[in-house]
T-cell receptor, first 114, second 117 residues
Framework: ETGVTQSPTHLIKTRGQQVTLRCSSQ?????VSWYQQALGQGPQFIFQ???????GRGNFPPRFSGLQFPNYSSELNVNALELDDSALYLC?????????????FGPGTRLTVL | AQTVTQSQPEMSVQEAETVTLSCTYD???????LFWYKQPPSRQMILVIR??????QNATENRFSVNFQKAAKSFSLKISDSQLGDTAMYFC??????????????FGKGTHLIIQP
């Protein structure tokens, strides 16, 4: 069984740039959720993708967008980067409609915006 | 909307001691789940234990157990016989079932647990 993987591990960007983060879900999982974890904070839910469509969203602006592909992998795109976007971005996969929504997390991508 | 509060930013205990991490939550859901996640310095979030709100029996996983007080909306984690490898950030999280799985987990701010040799 392959776990959740994310790339890249670290990334440095400047304000105003755009970034794409990638996630491969655990085998057998069809749903991907993205979280932002600022330093010293708990993760915050950005959005979830199921069947290649956004299926739920937290309190994040539209410049945070995503994609899910037929193989259930996913991308998180952030446009017009701001300094406050510096954070650890976590991807989690799960099986849609599983009763307890157990989510399996990847190791994260550390994004630094200068 | 759901909220999760962890009031202990940091705790430190000696190896082999028992430690309890506190968590309170608020939710309007009738059917919900509560979780404790561990995040070691490697950053990967690992599920420690989960509790279904409709089950009165407290969940147990080896050295980890919870004290779930539904009326008080309290969900504490007890770690028995603590080990050096238990050193990590611990996050309490909730999830409401009525969203059909479309809502994410709601996390607390975490407790940094340090196990001293």
């Amino acid at each position: 069984e392959t776990g959740v993987t994310q790339s890249p591990t670290h990334l440095i960007k400047t304000r105003g740039q755009q970034v794409t983060l990638r996630c491969s879900s655990q085998s057998g999982h069809n749903t991907v959720s993205w979280y932002q974890q600022a330093l010293g904070q708990g993760p915050q839910f950005i959005f979830q993708y199921y069947r290649e469509e956004e299926n739920g969203r937290g309190n994040f602006p539209p410049r945070f967008s995503g994609l899910q592909f037929p193989n259930y992998s996913s991308e998180l795109n952030v446009n017009a980067l701001e300094l406050d976007d510096s954070a650890l971005y976590l991807c989690a996969s799960s099986l849609r409609l599983a009763e307890n929504n157990e989510q399996f997390f990847g190791p994260g991508t550390r994004l630094t915006v200068l | 909307a759901q909220t999760v509060t962890q009031s202990q930013p940091e705790m430190s205990v000696q190896e082999a001691e028992t430690v309890t991490l506190s968590c309170t939550y608020d939710t309007s859901e009738n059917n919900y789940y509560l979780f404790w996640y561990k995040q070691p310095p490697s950053r990967q979030m690992i599920l420690v234990i989960r509790q279904e709100a409709y089950k009165q029996q407290n969940a147990t996983e080896n050295r980890f157990s919870v004290n779930f007080q539904k009326a008080a909306k309290s969900f504490s984690l007890k770690i028995s016989d603590s080990q050096l490898g238990d050193t990590a950030m611990y996050f309490c999280a909730s999830w409401g079932h009525s969203g059909g799985g479309a809502d994410g987990l709601t996390f607390g701010k975490g407790t940094h647990l340090i196990i001293q040799p």
